[in-house]
């Protein structure tokens, strides 16, 4: 039997095996229950799918088995049948062990003498099935639906919001569940467990009566397992107490979405070369790092790492091998670091790295910028194998620390960048720390560079000529070397000055002036039978030899003093002339036809291959300082200086050595076959007017 009885409780067996046969034919389950809205009998057919233990039910209260929502309403019900002995009813929807569904209550008093009190029985139907349909009708005349059933967007029915009870294809698709799978299925089953928690939330206070409903985005698990992210916009509709009448969810993948903005993140955030983070993304990583700093009072570092000639790497072997040496180096570099790091590419061949909480005080932080920097150094001065050629680079670092005081971050890179220029001052291949005084410096330049124009205009620019003699100790000519009488710093070397005009192109106005001033000399001279015979050798910089008019501006100073073109000597240094090969050797060739003559200075320091020198129509060769200096007590400088007057000679080019402060030295560079000479033994620069014309 499908029903029990309760003991203690006077029943009519024959009046419910007549209700239980009734019963059969139709689908409602019968509770009877007395004033205190106690279960008095409980019966269902055997077909129900929902149904009922009696024995669950008999003796016990409405609210000792429903929720307290649910029990009210029902409890409401029963009173309401006793007070006005009329039937009544209700609509309501309860989990059940085949998922959510939805029941209407109907309640008829019984007669006292049944039961041997007031009684009411109430008949449950389950409704689901025309609640579905009710609802998908009023649902299809809204807009949505169409896109519903057209699938271009997942969608879902639920009541109550749980689980899902009418789902499209589009939705079984995405997920990879057929449509039975997802029937019954709650969305909490299928969301990402990372966004459960958010979701949840939202849900809640839907259900709280605070809202009919949210949109946001999340993923969703596949039955394969694949994370989709979507776009979710639920809805609920409430009947007018205020109860939800049942929930839809649209469902939109966007993956497609995610990807683009993936994508525009990549372009935007990180260097296509390198796939390492870009300056803007570093940018904003630091100024977390700097207020993360301030929060936690750790100490981080910013190292600012820079290649040593790459720009000469480049241009001789080709911006392809340029690009294959960044990206090594790139990833080098992520290598090295641990994973709160952070290596971004700055632009060109600089690099840097933020490092975050090394040390508590600031002598374990160096100790351990100390320790990385190192490491750093010798990992990219191991050889790079690019497209079967192996190629050796070095590194210059420099290293700022920031400790949790309010800083800026353009600031501290500012810093970083002028450390690693100390460590290329210090000979590049090494790192160095900033510190107070290299700020002094570089603010001593901004002065200074701001003062050059003044220089310029006030005619504080001396022309200095320092003697180049033959084996003999004949002076054959000069080098013209520019000396800068400043009001109140006194002498400032050109090695100061020069370069800072370079960079802010006051180089153009200043070397004008030098190679004038040298033409016009030469013109004073040749009215003077003793000095008619010298030479003057002019320093060209980078940015005044590539002027697209540099020729024509030689060629009018030429005019315009008078000086013979044949003892006017170009002095180019090997790294300039590195860059547009074609152009560079039209305006020398252009220049030599009316005798001007060119000498490669500073030779050995820079990388020009030999076969890319035979290319260009020098006169001579000018062996750096660097090598003579040491020239008796380096043996590899001493092989160096060999080698070039060996290289000059097979070229068919002159020879000269600057530098040159001693005798020995003089002696050593002659036993090798150089005769000319620059250099404090045989002269300092001076004013023309004081010039000797003998030092031997
Ligand atoms: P540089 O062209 O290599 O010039 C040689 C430098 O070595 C000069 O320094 C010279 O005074 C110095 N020198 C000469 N003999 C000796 C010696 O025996 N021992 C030592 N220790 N040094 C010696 P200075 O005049 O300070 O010039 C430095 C650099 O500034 C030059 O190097 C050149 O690159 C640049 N410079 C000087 N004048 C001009 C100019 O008119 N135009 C351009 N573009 N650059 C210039
Ligand atoms: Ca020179
Ligand atoms: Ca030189």
């Avoid at 949790?404 to 790192?431: C, T, V, W």
């Avoid at 022309?463 to 520019?482: D, N």
């Avoid at 008019?549 to 790294?575: H, I, M, N, W, Y």
Wanted: aromatic letters at 8%; glycine letters at 6%; hydrophobic letters at 40%.
């Amino acid at each position: 039997m499908p029903y029990e009885l309760s003991q203690g409780v006077d029943l009519l067996n024959e009046t419910e095996t007549f209700l239980q046969t009734l019963l059969e034919t139709i689908p409602d389950i019968l509770f009877v229950f007395d004033e205190e809205c106690r279960y008095l009998c409980v019966l269902s057919s055997e077909h129900n799918i929902n149904q009922m233990k009696a024995s669950h039910f008999v003796g016990n209260r409405i609210h000792d088995l429903w929720p307290k929502e649910l029990a009210d309403r029902f409890y409401h019900i029963i009173q309401e049948t006793l007070r006005t002995d009329q039937p009544q009813s209700l609509e309501y929807e309860r989990d059940t062990a085949v998922g959510l569904r939805w029941f209407e209550g109907r309640t008829q008093p019984l007669p006292q003498s049944l039961y041997g009190r007031k009684a009411v029985v109430f008949l449950a139907r389950d409704i689901t099935e025309r609640k579905l349909a009710e609802i998908a009708r009023t649902k299809s005349e809204s807009q949505l639906n169409s896109l519903y059933e057209l699938g271009i967007v997942g969608f879902a029915f639920s009541l109550t919001g749980k689980q899902w009870i009418r789902v499209n294809s589009y939705l079984c698709n995405l997920l990879e569940f057929s449509e039975a799978e997802l029937l019954g299925m709650t969305w909490a089953e299928f969301t990402h467990l990372d966004d459960l928690k958010n979701n949840i939330f939202e849900y809640e206070q839907m259900l709280a009566n605070a809202n009919n409903g949210y949109t946001l985005e999340k993923r969703y698990i596949s039955k394969s397992g694949k994370e989709i992210p979507v776009r979710v916009v639920v809805r609920c509709a409430r009947h007018q107490d205020g109860t939800i009448d049942y929930v839809t969810t649209m469902v939109e993948d966007i993956s497609e979405r995610r990807k683009n903005e993936a994508e525009i993140r990549q372009l935007a955030f990180y260097d296509s070369l390198t796939g390492l983070p870009n300056r803007r993304h570093f940018n904003n990583r630091l100024q977390q790092a700097l207020s993360a700093s301030a929060l936690h009072k750790k100490i981080g570092a910013l190292f600012f790492i820079d290649l040593d000639n790459f720009k000469n790497l480049n241009d001789t072997l080709g911006h392809e091998k340029g690009d294959g040496l960044l990206t090594l180096v790139a990833s080098r570099l992520s290598g090295c670091l641990s994973k709160g790091d952070m290596v971004a590419r700055q632009g060109g061949d600089e690099f840097v790295v933020i490092l975050e909480e090394i040390g508590n005080n600031t002598r374990e932080a160096m100790a351990q910028c100390q320790r990385i920097g190192e490491r750093l150094l010798d990992v990219l001065c191991q050889p790079y194998f690019i497209d079967g050629f192996e190629h050796n680079t070095t590194a210059s670092i420099g290293i700022t620390l920031f400790d949790g005081h309010p800083e800026k971050s353009d600031e501290l890179l500012k810093r970083a960048d002028i450390a690693m220029y100390q460590a290329k001052a210090a000979g590049r291949n090494a790192f160095c720390f900033f510190d107070k005084e290299m700020q002094n410096k570089v603010s001593h330049r901004a002065a200074l560079s701001a003062d050059l124009l003044v220089g310029i205009r006030e005619e504080q620019f001396r022309l200095f000529y320092q003697p180049q003699v033959e084996h003999s100790g004949r002076v054959i000519g000069v080098e013209a070397l520019i000396r800068w009488q400043h009001p109140d710093r006194g002498m400032v070397s050109p090695a100061e000055f020069i370069p800072m005009a370079e960079e802010s192109g006051a180089i153009l106005t200043l070397g004008h002036w030098v190679l004038k001033t040298a033409c016009q000399q030469l013109a004073i001279w040749a009215t003077k039978p003793e000095y008619a015979h010298l030479t003057i050798a002019v320093n060209v910089s980078a940015r005044q030899f590539y002027q697209s008019d540099f020729v024509e501006k030689v060629l009018l100073v030429l005019e315009e003093t008078g000086a013979d073109p044949r003892l006017l000597k170009l002095e180019l240094t090997e790294s300039m002339l590195l860059q547009d090969v074609e152009d560079i050797i039209t305006k020398m060739t252009l220049l030599k036809r009316i005798g001007v003559g060119f000498s490669l200075d500073d030779f050995g320091t820079g990388y020009s291959s030999l076969s890319y020198l035979k290319r260009l129509p020098l006169d001579q060769l000018k062996i750096d300082q660097s090598f003579v200096r040491d020239l008796l007590t380096d043996a590899n400088d001493d092989a160096i200086a060999r080698t070039i007057v060996a290289l000059a000679e097979s070229m068919g080019l002159a020879v000269i050595a600057e530098g040159v402060e001693t005798q020995e030295q003089r002696d050593c560079l002659a036993g090798h076959g150089c005769y000319t000479y620059q250099g404090y033994l045989f002269g300092r620069p001076v004013p023309a007017d004081e010039l000797k014309l003998s030092c031997s």
